[in-house]
Nanobody, 121 residues
């Protein structure tokens, strides 16, 4: 079993910056992909960014140029640096990872519990 724990959320003023962290623990041989999603209450969860197994990074259009995600597979950490925040970025941010428990095993997808980000105008 794998646990993902996000941290770093809170209240920030519009135009400000914030960095979210996600720590993975449990039986992990390899992390295949790491992602960030966000969800506003009453709306569907939306994808924010991905780091592929090969290390390629992709971003949703609405965060390009403002958010940067980095990952450290050895430390089993994922980060999301957010800049130029707007009230529209207010949401619960979720960490998501595909991990394998041993070599050549199929990956399993896991979610964190989320961390709240509130951007005040």
């Amino acid at each position: 079993q794998v646990q993902l724990v996000e941290s770093g959320g809170g209240l920030v003023q519009a135009g400000g910056s914030m960095t979210l962290s996600c720590a993975a623990s449990g039986t992990i041989f390899d992390i295949n992909a790491m992602r960030w999603y966000r969800q506003v209450p009453g709306q569907q969860r939306e994808w924010v960014a991905t780091i592929s197994k090969a290390g390629d990074k992709t971003y949703a259009d609405f965060v390009k140029g403002r958010f940067t995600t980095t990952g450290d597979k050895i430390k089993k950490m994922l980060y999301l640096q957010m800049t130029s925040l707007t009230p529209e970025d207010s949401a619960v941010y979720y960490c998501n990872m595909d991990t394998s428990p041993y070599e050549n095993a199929y990956g399993t997808n896991y979610w964190g519990q989320g961390t709240q980000v509130v951007v005040s105008s």
